[in-house]
């Protein structure tokens, strides 16, 4: 998934972990432009009021008010919204976990880095140099 001067949507509850995903984008690929919204309800009210796509979107598993499954299965409802490549992330993945993923249309499962040099390495696999 090449991403380059694209727009990415970052949701996560976690203020910290927000920041620390959205300064990783800044500093080594200062070409994204990044939304944050802290669950899946504020970026589906967002997708709803507003005519503008992410090329990435990359979820939180655990949130309140909507985690990841249910925002991304949301998302694969929509016939406009399905395409959207999505990344869920969290700290700990079950087999049952990655069939719900499967089953809500093909999202990626990753585990959420639990460093700074993690989190840039996933940057930069999701959006390379």
Not at 9 to 19: A, E, H, L, P, Q
Not at 26 to 30: I, V
């Given at each position: 998934m090449l991403l380059k001067h694209?727009?990415?949507?970052?949701?996560?509850?976690?203020?910290?972990?927000?920041?620390?995903?959205?300064q990783a984008f800044?500093?080594?690929?200062?070409g994204c432009l990044l939304y944050t919204f802290s669950n899946g309800q504020e970026l589906l009210d967002h997708l709803t009021d507003y005519a503008d796509r992410p090329d990435l979107i990359i979820l939180d598993l655990n949130m309140?008010?909507?985690?990841?499954?249910?925002?991304?299965?949301?998302?694969?409802?929509?016939?406009?919204?399905?395409?959207?490549?999505?990344?869920?992330?969290?700290?700990?993945?079950?087999?049952?976990?990655?069939?719900?993923?499967h089953e809500?249309?093909?999202?990626?499962?990753?585990v959420k880095p639990t460093s700074y040099s993690e989190l840039v390495r996933l940057t930069n696999q999701l959006c390379p140099v």
């Open positions: 694209r727009l990415v949507f970052i949701v996560d509850d976690d203020d910290d972990d927000r920041f620390m995903l959205w800044q500093k080594h690929h200062p309140p008010v909507l985690d990841g499954f249910a925002t991304l299965k949301r998302l694969k409802l929509s016939s406009q919204l399905r395409t959207i490549p999505t990344v869920i992330l969290g700290s700990s993945f079950e087999t049952n976990d990655n069939l719900r993923v809500a249309a093909n999202g990626t499962v990753l």
